[in-house]
C-alpha cells in the first residue's frame, strides 16, 4: 500500500467516524430540546393533583376556574367593576408562594387576573375562598415578574370588603 493510499483510508475512516458522532450529537440535541420544550404534566393534571393533594372540593365555573367557597360572606356581592379590599396568598402548584399579604389591599377586580375578577364575584364580604386558576386566566403564555408563562396558579383569598367611594 503506498503512502498516499494509507492517508486516503486514514482521512477516510476519520471522516466516517466524525460524521458518526456529529449524527449522534445531532440526533441527542433534537431529543432533548423536543423533551425540555414540553411539560410532561398537562396543566389541568398539575390543578387536579394540587387540589386532591390540598383536599380542595372544587367547583369548575364555565371559563375554567375552579374554585372552593370556604365562606359566603354575608351582604352583597362585588361586580366585576368593583373596588375590594381583600387578603390573600398566591402559590404555584408546587405550593411555592409567589405573592401574599398580612394585611387586606384595595384593588379594582377590573385590574386584576380574570380568575379573580371572577371568583371574587362568588363571595361577599366576610367571606373566603380557594381559586385554582389556569393561565388562561392567570398571566397567559408570557412570564409575568417572577411568574412562568403558562402557570397555573392557586389563590386563597379573604374578601373583607367592597369599596365605595
Known amino acids: 500500500m503506498s503512502i498516499l493510499t494509507q492517508k486516503t483510508t486514514k482521512t477516510s475512516k476519520n471522516y466516517q467516524f466524525s460524521t458518526l458522532i456529529g449524527g449522534i450529537f445531532i440526533i441527542f440535541t433534537v431529543l432533548c430540546i423536543a423533551a425540555c420544550s414540553k411539560s410532561s404534566v398537562s396543566e389541568p393534571d398539575q390543578m387536579l393533583a394540587f387540589a386532591k393533594k390540598n383536599n380542595i372540593n372544587y367547583t369548575k365555573d364555565p371559563s375554567g376556574l375552579w374554585y372552593e367557597i370556604i365562606n359566603p360572606g ?52 366576610g367571606g373566603e375562598i380557594k381559586l385554582i386558576i389556569p393561565s388562561s386566566l392567570g398571566y397567559g403564555p408570557s412570564d409575568y415578574r417572577s411568574i412562568p408563562g403558562g402557570s397555573p396558579l392557586y389563590f386563597n383569598v379573604k374578601l373583607a370588603a367592597i369599596k365605595t367611594y
Open 74 to 125: 354575608t351582604g352583597t356581592k362585588p361586580r366585576a367593576t368593583s373596588t375590594v379590599s381583600a387578603a390573600y396568598i398566591g402559590t404555584f402548584m408546587n405550593e411555592k408562594i409567589f405573592d401574599s399579604t398580612s394585611k387586606p389591599i384595595d384593588f379594582g377586580l377590573n385590574g386584576v387576573i380574570q380568575g379573580w375578577t371572577i371568583g371574587l364575584q362568588l363571595i361577599a364580604p
